[in-house]
C-alpha cells in the first residue's frame, strides 16, 4: 500500500532563516506531488505541484520555492523565512489520472518567530 | 472564478442526532467532487469521491450526495469519535479547490 511521509511535525524558526520541509513516498511509482498550505478557518492553498522529477509548477508567488530531486521525494524550501511563512504545510500525491483524489501526509506546523 | 463553499462553519450535535452538511460549488468543467475527514494536527483523510449529479456514496455513518450544485455529508446517528473537520473539494479542469470546511463536534 501507499504510504506518505513528512517531516518534521513541529518547527520553529527565526525570522530570516533558512527552511527545508521533506516529504516522501512509498508504494507508487510516478506520483504527482503538491505542498498545500493551510490557515486556520480557510482553506487549503496549492503552493506548488510537480508531475514528474525536476519539473515544478508555482500557483502563487512567494518566498518559497520547491524541488523533486527524486520520483517519490518532494521539498520545499525558503532561503530566509518571513513571520507571514507561519502556517500547517501538507504534502499530498496522487496518481496521474486527473480525477483522482488526493492523499495527504501529517503536515509540518511552522512557527516562525 | 471557481468557488467552493461550505456551510455550517461549525455543527454541534448530540451523539444519535442526525444531520446534513453543506458543499456547494460554482466552477466550469468539474471532473470531480472530494469529501475529507481532518483530525486536528493531521493531514485531511481522504472519504469519497463524486463524478456526475446524482451519484451516492456510503461509508458507515456517512453518506454523501451530488447535485449539479452542491454536495451533502449526511452523518446518521453520529458517534463522538465523528468529530472532526470535513473538507469538501472540487477538481476542475485545471486544479483542485478546497472549502474552509465544517467543525463538526459530536457531544456524547
Known amino acids: 500500500s501507499q504510504t506518505i511521509h513528512q517531516w518534521p511535525a513541529t518547527l520553529v524558526q527565526p525570522v530570516g532563516s533558512p527552511l527545508s520541509l521533506e516529504c516522501t513516498v512509498e508504494?507508487?511509482?510516478?506520483?504527482?506531488l503538491y505542498w498545500y498550505r493551510q490557515a486556520a478557518g480557510r482553506g487549503l492553498q496549492l503552493l506548488f505541484y510537480s508531475v514528474g522529477i525536476g519539473q515544478i509548477s508555482s500557483e502563487v508567488p512567494q518566498n518559497l520555492s520547491a524541488s523533486r530531486p527524486q520520483d517519490r521525494q518532494f521539498i520545499l524550501s525558503s532561503k530566509k523565512l518571513l513571520l507571514s511563512d507561519s502556517g500547517f504545510y501538507l504534502c499530498?500525491?496522487?496518481?496521474?489520472?486527473?480525477?483522482?483524489?488526493?492523499?495527504f501526509g501529517n503536515g509540518t506546523r511552522l512557527t516562525v518567530t | 472564478e471557481d468557488q467552493v463553499t461550505q456551510s455550517p462553519e461549525a455543527l454541534r450535535l448530540q451523539e444519535g442526532e442526525s444531520s446534513s452538511l453543506n458543499c456547494s460549488y460554482t466552477?466550469?468543467?468539474?471532473?470531480?467532487l472530494f469529501w475529507y475527514r481532518q483530525d486536528p494536527g493531521k493531514g485531511p483523510e481522504f472519504l469519497f469521491t463524486?463524478?456526475?449529479a446524482g451519484e451516492e456514496k456510503e461509508k458507515e455513518r456517512l453518506k454523501a450526495t451530488l447535485t449539479k450544485k452542491e454536495s451533502f455529508l449526511h452523518i446518521t446517528a453520529p458517534k463522538p469519535e465523528d468529530s472532526a473537520t470535513y473538507l469538501c473539494a472540487v477538481h476542475n479542469n485545471n486544479d483542485m479547490r478546497f472549502g474552509a470546511g465544517t467543525r463538526l463536534t459530536v457531544k456524547p
Open positions: 508504494g507508487t511509482s510516478n506520483p504527482n
Open positions: 499530498a500525491w496522487s496518481v496521474r489520472d486527473r480525477n483522482s483524489p488526493l492523499h
Open positions: 463524486l463524478y456526475s
Open positions: 466552477v466550469s468543467g468539474l471532473r470531480g
